[in-house]
């Protein structure tokens, strides 16, 4: 069974810097999808940035771009130019590709990040 | 824009009631979700329907159950709600906008069970 882990349950970052949050995983499949989703205090959950695993250029949207290292199993997660709405709780998440499991995502814990002024 | 809504935002039942948590989307989907949220555990799953009528039990499905009589509305029930059973409960919908399929989530019902 596939499991996703995210090791570090708070981190912190000062306004305008980079952060960087960990997620790993296991799977025996070859092909699969990995999201990061957000969940702002006000709990709408929203998809922050996707990869496809059989695509070897990392994923990037604006200021959030990934790290993809399939062969470690891991997809860790890169704010730049921190912002006070990146406050959050992030969660990194696994989906088997098309035809397996209806599309069920496996989450991670979770990773609270706080920005500091 | 796909746009999934749930019934409460905010849920107060006592032990023993039957609970209904209602879940609309709006784009015909097919792929509908209910999932609990706890700190320090992150998502599981509960229950998903993959069509109308047709439903398959997650990873933590005991003391709930569902129903999906129509395509656009995926219900939880609490048969008899338990104080264990207090949680943050989400719903999602599996849909295309563009690229790959990809969940989108309600806002939320923060369940309280006193």
């Known amino acids: 069974a596939q499991t996703v882990t995210q090791s570090q349950p708070e981190m912190s970052v000062q306004e305008a810097e980079t952060v960087t949050l960990s997620c790993t995983y296991d799977?025996?499949?070859?092909?699969?999808?990995l999201f990061w989703y957000k969940q702002p205090p006000s709990r709408q959950m929203i998809l922050v940035i996707r990869?496809?695993?059989?695509?070897?250029q990392n994923a990037t949207e604006n200021r959030f771009s990934v790290n993809f290292q399939k062969a470690a199993k891991s997809f860790s997660l890169k704010i730049s130019d921190s912002q006070l709405g990146d406050a959050a709780m992030y969660f990194c998440?696994?989906?088997?590709?098309?035809?397996?499991?209806?599309?069920?995502?496996?989450f991670g814990k979770g990773t609270k990040l706080s920005v500091k002024p | 824009d796909v746009k999934v809504t749930q019934s409460s935002r905010y849920l107060v039942k006592r032990t023993g009631e039957k609970v209904f948590l209602e879940c609309v989307q709006d784009?015909?989907?097919?792929?509908m979700f209910w999932y609990r949220q706890d700190p320090g555990l992150g998502l599981r799953l509960i229950y998903f329907?993959?069509?109308?009528?047709?439903?398959e039990k997650g990873d933590i499905p005991e003391g709930y159950s569902v129903s999906r009589e129509k395509k656009e509305r995926f219900s939880l029930i609490l048969e008899s709600a338990s104080t264990n059973q207090t949680s943050m409960y989400l719903c999602?919908?599996?849909?295309?906008?563009?690229?790959?399929?990809?969940?989108?989530f309600g806002p939320g019902t923060r369940l309280t069970v006193t």
């Open positions: 990869q496809e695993a059989y695509k070897q």
């Open positions: 999602a919908t599996l849909a295309r906008a563009s690229g790959p399929y990809e969940q989108y």
């Open positions: 784009m015909d989907h097919e792929n």
């Open positions: 329907s993959y069509d109308v009528k047709m439903k």
């Open positions: 998440a696994y989906r088997s590709p098309p035809g397996g499991s209806q599309g069920n995502l496996i």
């Open positions: 799977t025996s499949e070859s092909d699969y999808y």
